[in-house]
């Protein structure tokens, strides 16, 4: 696997999240070698979300319609 910033060698690795008294939690994710870039399950779900509400936006029509109006023979675009 390769870094979403830096295209360095990602390394599997144990993500802390949270201490309590008794047990810490933790979760799978990946860090990159180079730059320290991590990525876990939520970061890549939400990655993969902004890019598919980007992509949704790109393919909508515009909002207003564009208006041609022929003023003797030269057509304009208002």
Do not use: Y
Not at 53 to 64: D, F, G, I, M, V
Request: charged share 25%; hydrophobic share 35%.
């Amino acid at each position: 696997m390769n870094c979403h910033r830096c295209h360095g060698f990602m390394c599997p690795a144990d993500l802390f999240v949270g201490a309590s008294d008794s047990r810490r939690d933790s979760v799978r994710g990946w860090r990159c070698v180079l730059c320290g870039e991590i990525v876990d399950q939520v970061i890549a779900w939400n990655r993969v979300r902004a890019r598919d509400r980007l992509l949704s936006k790109r393919q909508r029509k515009p909002r207003h319609p564009v208006l041609k109006v022929q003023v003797s023979s030269i057509t304009c675009t208002i």
